[in-house]
Nanobody, 118 residues
Framework: QVQLVESGGGRVQAGESLRLSCTYSGPATFHGMAWFRQAPGKQRVKVARLSHSGRPSFGDFVDGRFSIGRDDSKHIVWLQMNNLQPDDTAVYYC?????????????WGQGTQVTVSS
């Protein structure tokens, strides 16, 4: 079956960096990949998206701090997060598949926790 498995979450201090990775596999076409996050009591929001054409896009709150990329030979998509702040504390989800809708692509990972302390 289709699987997306995140890794790289953890606890950091404000100003530090983390790199999240997601390995994707299974009988699906991963035209595009994205990362979403959900903080306690808030809706899930898009953090970054890498479209089928390879064009990246980011949530407004990213403000140039994050980057996204993929390595199709290894079936990995990554999210590099720099200058993390306490407001970045959330569960981060890997997302991918053939079809983009406003709520994301078709498939989701289980999520990885990122906690940023001040």
């Amino acid at each position: 079956q289709v699987q997306l498995v995140e890794s790289g979450g953890g606890r950091v201090q404000a100003g530090e960096s983390l790199r999240l990775s997601c390995t994707y596999s299974g009988p699906a076409t991963f035209h595009g990949m994205a990362w979403f996050r959900q903080a306690p009591g808030k809706q899930r929001v898009k953090v970054a998206r890498l479209s089928h054409s390879g064009r990246p896009s980011f949530g407004d709150f990213v403000d140039g701090r994050f980057s996204i990329g993929r390595d199709d030979s290894k079936h990995i998509v990554w999210l590099q997060m720099n200058n993390l702040q306490p407001d970045d504390t959330a569960v981060y989800y890997c997302n991918g598949g053939p079809t983009w809708r406003n709520s994301g692509y078709d498939y989701w990972g289980q999520g990885t926790q990122v906690t940023v302390s001040s």
